[in-house]
Structure formats: C-alpha cells, structure tokens
C-alpha cells in the first residue's frame, strides 16, 4: 500500500505557539459534529490538540498506548479502542508512519511559514545591530587617508571613498516590484490553490529573484496538471509549494481521492 508525503515539514515545531487556530464553521458542519458521541469528540479535540504540540506539528504516533494517553484515558487502553475510530476521524498515515489530520496540518503549515519569516526578520534585526557596534564603540578611529576627516571604515559602510560610492551593506529587496507583483498574477492564477495569497506574493518574489517567471509559471502548470483530481486539502498551499521548492520533488504524488475521505473540522 502507498501512503501520502507527510503533511507538514519534519522539523515543523509549534511547541511555542500556546494557541491553535479553530474554524469554528468548519468544526459547526463536520461529520464529526453532527454524527460523533459525546466521547468520541471529546478525544477527538483532545487528539487535536495534542497533535499541534507534536513534532512534526499537525501529526500523531501511530501508538494506542500514546494516543490513548492523549485522548484522556490514560493506560485504559480498553476504553481507548471503543472511541478510537471516531476520534481519528480524518487523520490519515503517511509515509513516515505518523498520523496526520488534513485540517490541523494546514493551520500548522501556516504558523510554521509566520514563524520563520519572524525568525529571519529578528535574525536579520540583530546582524544589523551587530554590525553597528564596532563603529559606535571606536573611541579612538585612525586617521583619515582621503583628506574628508571620517574613518575609512566607516567612509566604506557610507559608501564614501571606495569602488563607485555604493553602500557595501546588503541591499534589502523592494517589496513594491512592479514585474514580480506583475508575474505573480499569472503564477497565481494558473497554481491549483488558491490560498494564503499574500504569503505566496511573499515567497513568489524571492523565487522570482532566483529562477525568473517563465520557469515558475511553466511549474505552477506542471503542478495544476498533477493535482487535477487531487482533493485540495491535499495540495499545497502555493507558499508552501514556492518555499520548499516543490517543483523539485519528481517522486512526489498526491494521494488518490479515494484514499482519503473528504471532511472538516
């Protein structure tokens, strides 16, 4: 039997995030909601919620002894197995053999994605606090040898003095790029899912940079191509697809619709 890729990345870890986002008309509609017993969606909010907490974030050990200790029956394992079926409602194993729920693995997904612009955005914060620190500190600079009465190394980070008076610091991208916002369009419209657009727009033009927009627009094709009878929780969110390269993963095939059943929380 073949199972699905894993659903979120390995090293997903939302351990620091205390709150898991709930769509409240999707769990209202569920089958889970109007046909589970009071215990069954007891231990199937447990589960949930335990498996935000896992690594990676969205999944869970396919282990009774675990899962019953998650589900809130501790070593009962006997009262476990009489709820089991109705609170895994939706999870599905994967090629690494965990347990994943579509819906839990999308919102991880998401916050994984804040998490690590948030990471390189502070990453980025302290560099550049790092690099100011030799200049604000040098009681004593040397003298000047271009006669403007400044430290050279300090002409050099103004981009005063050397090669063609260009700042040697890194140039931060424009956000405003009109051809990248400009391919994105095309991009968008022509991926299978429509989701998470600006986080895409975000990640479309850093790839832009790196390999141009007819590459991109020919992939984002491929890919409409491969999932086209793809149930669409099971394909990823164009961010997701864009940062992890995806186009990359020739192996990769979604999970056939009827390997799946199609529900919300």
């Known amino acids: 039997m073949t199972f699905p890729a894993p659903l979120t990345p390995p090293n997903c870890d939302l351990r620091d995030f205390q709150f898991m986002p709930l769509d409240v008309m999707r769990l209202r ?11 069954e969606f007891r231990s199937a909010v447990m589960l949930w919620c335990a498996a ?8 869970l050990p396919d282990d009774d002894r675990a899962l019953s200790h998650f589900a809130g029956f501790g070593r009962a394992i006997n009262e476990w197995e009489k709820v089991r079926e109705g609170a895994l409602r939706g999870f599905v194993k ?3 053999g965990r347990l994943y729920h579509p819906v839990i693995a999308e919102k991880a997904v998401e916050a994984w ?3 690590q612009v948030e990471f390189q955005r502070k990453k980025a914060d302290r560099e550049r606090k790092a ?3 030799p200049r604000e500190n040098d009681l ?9 009465g400044k430290n050279p190394a300090e002409n050099a980070l103004k981009g005063q003095g050397q090669g063609q008076g260009e700042s040697t610091s890194p140039k931060v991208p424009s956000e405003g790029d009109d051809s990248a916002d400009h391919d994105f369009e095309a991009f968008y419209q022509a991926y299978p899912r429509h989701v998470g657009k600006k986080a895409a727009q975000k990640a479309y033009k850093a790839a832009h940079k790196k390999h141009g ?3 991109l627009l020919q992939e984002a094709q491929k890919a409409a191509q491969r999932y086209h009878k793809s149930d669409p929780q099971f394909i990823p969110h164009p961010a997701t697809w864009l940062n992890g390269e995806r186009w990359a993963d020739e192996d990769h095939k979604p999970p056939a619709p009827e390997e799946t059943e199609r529900w919300a929380i």
């Open 52 to 59: 935000w907490h896992q690594v990676p974030a969205g999944s």
């Open 140 to 148: 004593f600079p040397p003298e000047s040898d271009d006669g403007s």
């Open 131 to 133: 690099a100011k620190v």
């Open 94 to 96: 994967c090629s690494d």
């Open 213 to 215: 927009a007819k590459f």
């Open 113 to 115: 994605e804040r998490k």
């Open 29 to 39: 509609d569920s089958g889970l909601a109007i046909e589970a017993t009071d215990a």
